[in-house]
């Protein structure tokens, strides 16, 4: 190889190599699991409140338009509601909630909820629903509020019932 091929090759593998290490950066595992909720900072998702309450906060974890992305709100119910609405090109993932007594992230799928009056079991939004990571937790909390302990699939149904009572049944979209 003569001198002129080199210096070329040379220049070359110089101008390839920003693109090279800015392409490996890029390859970030891909996001799962739940937030790493910021108290005090992050906003909810769907009525816009700073969540001040971490016992509350729960999350969804989202895809749109090819990028995950956390979502997270303050309140269970802002959460149902979110989930209700047509979000046009949005799939959720997973969904977590926080343990009301332990503050740890529980997956929605396995928490057991405890859904009573909201002016005795006071929530960050008025939706009167926590969750926790057991039912015998859920249960011991209910003794003393009242209420009743639903799993997520029960939780979404008695959540619209309860919206359709206060609000009014909803209009179809047109």
Known sequence: MNRRSLLRLSAVALCLLPTLLLAGGCDRAELNGPPD???????CGECGMIINEDRCSCAFLIEREGVREHVMFDDI????????????GVRIIDG?????????????????FLMADREILKTPMGSGIV??????DAQSLRASVGGEILDYQQLR??????????????????
């Open 157 to 174: 149904p008695a959540r619209r019932a309860w919206m359709e009572a206060r609000f009014g049944k909803e209009r179809p979209a047109s």
């Open 37 to 43: 909720l910021r108290v005090g900072r992050d906003e």
């Open 96 to 112: 977590f909630v926080r343990d009301h007594a332990s503050r740890a992230w529980v997956p929605v799928d396995t928490a057991a």
């Open 77 to 88: 119910g802002c959460l149902l509601d979110f989930e209700h609405q047509s979000n046009e």
């Open 131 to 136: 969750a926790f990571g057991t039912r015998a």
